[in-house]
């Protein structure tokens, strides 16, 4: 009886147990530790006298969690506030020394791989280091002089948006590479979280195998949405009655049905394309075969809203041309990284960048609801037209990595 109890305490309605936390961040706080639950992580304790990156973690259970940050006040700040893996939530912020203050909120979403007291998501060995799926919300502080004056967190009860994908989508944990549901939190406010179980490597069926998707109907309700963009690793399964036309739909229709008996809403993603260029320069090889084709079929067949980010992609690369579009991917010359990377398929934080903002011109185009949370200072894009990579901010994390992620 006792353990039964244990268990079902561990496992109560998660804002039952979630608290309310307030951080002074301009007094001295521990390294986190599992006692106090809270503290400078991942990186050594800032020093007083110099400016540095840093990490702070607390201790929490799953859910969505509101962040009220104030920066400013001490110095010449120049701060840029990330969450878990790498999960970009502002631009850089400048706040000038004596000068007033400035606040931003958002919301995280917290997870964890336990399901219920017999059930665990199976995440990969390397996931195992990943800031997303342990017990602690992350807060990355980076930027040329971070200032930051005081942390709020408290428990929120928003429409949460689920992502089910792979490394086109996984919250990529190291520099260099990123994806597009890392970099879309930065256009949401505080109204609305993004809950990014992608990885890389998945397909459809491994991806539920895995148990990913239960992991999300255990939270999933009314008001939510789940984003499903997969093909890159379907299109190489060669089992008996893999390809286009029969497995991969059948798995589609399997997240279609099990979102919807939750009461939520489900969208579909065409794969993101493959930088391959025709030898003239002027088009791109269809590298992903019937896949986007059978997905929207599904979509048509069972009223799915769907973004054609196959589409959206293709026209970003042909927008910039063969050399430009390198910039959008992982390619770097060997001194940077300690190898040369040249990488066609996954993105760079510029690339991961611009593919979020198709997400949500698509979201737009849809008229989905959730774009009424969108932040003030979104504008509309259009992949014909990309941004300039060399306007592009982006202050690399500390963490990084050469190796490839799973996955083509």
Not at 97 to 113: A, L, Q
Not at 321 to 338: D, T
Request: glycine content about 6%.
């Amino acid at each position: 009886m006792k353990k039964y109890l244990a268990a079902l305490v561990a496992f109560m309605p998660i804002m039952m147990m979630a608290q309310t936390f307030d951080f002074d961040m301009t007094k001295s706080q521990p390294v986190y530790n599992e006692q106090d639950g809270f503290g400078y992580d991942i990186l050594p304790a800032p020093d007083a006298k110099k400016s540095a990156p840093f990490y702070f973690s607390v201790k929490v259970p799953d859910g969505n969690y509101r962040v009220k940050i104030v920066l400013g006040g001490k110095k010449n700040g120049s701060t840029i506030v990330r969450a878990e893996g790498r999960r970009m939530l502002t631009d850089i912020i400048t706040t000038p020394k004596k000068k007033d203050s400035e606040t931003v909120e958002f919301t995280v979403n917290k997870r964890s791989p336990q399901i219920d007291k017999d059930k665990r998501v199976k995440i990969k060995e390397r996931e195992k280091e990943y800031l997303a799926w342990d017990n602690k919300l992350t807060l990355e502080f980076n930027g040329e002089n971070p200032d930051v004056t005081s942390i709020h967190i408290e428990p929120a009860d928003v429409p949460t948006i689920y992502l089910c994908g792979n490394s086109t989508v996984v919250d990529q944990n190291n520099e260099p590479w990123a994806s597009w549901g890392q970099m879309i939190t930065r256009w949401f406010g505080p109204e609305v979280a993004i809950s990014n179980h992608a990885e890389s490597g998945l397909t459809a069926r491994t991806f539920i195998g895995a148990y990913r998707l239960d992991k999300i109907l255990s939270t999933l309700k009314k008001g939510d949405y789940v984003f499903v963009e997969f093909g890159h690793n379907d299109e190489k399964e060669k089992r008996p009655g893999d390809g286009a036309w029969y497995h991969y739909q059948y798995q589609l229709k399997i997240f279609v049905d099990q979102v919807r008996a939750k009461g939520a809403d489900i969208v579909f993603c065409t794969p993101t394309q493959r930088r391959q260029f025709t030898p003239d320069g002027k088009a791109i090889r269809n590298t992903h075969g019937d896949f986007p084709a059978a997905m929207k079929m599904v979509a048509e067949k069972e009223n799915v809203p769907l973004i054609d980010l196959n589409k959206m992609t293709t026209d970003l690369y042909l927008a910039v041309g063969p050399e430009e579009s390198k910039h959008m991917l992982v390619h770097y010359p060997a001194e940077m990284y300690g190898r040369k990377l040249e990488d066609n398929t996954h993105f760079n934080p510029f690339g991961a960048y611009e593919v979020a903002k198709c997400v949500v011109m698509g979201m737009k185009q849809l008229q989905l609801p959730i774009v009424q949370y969108l932040r003030t200072d979104w504008q509309d894009f259009n992949p014909a037209q990309p941004d300039d990579w060399k306007a592009f901010k982006w202050v690399p994390a500390p963490l990084v990595d050469n190796l490839k992620p799973d996955g083509n």
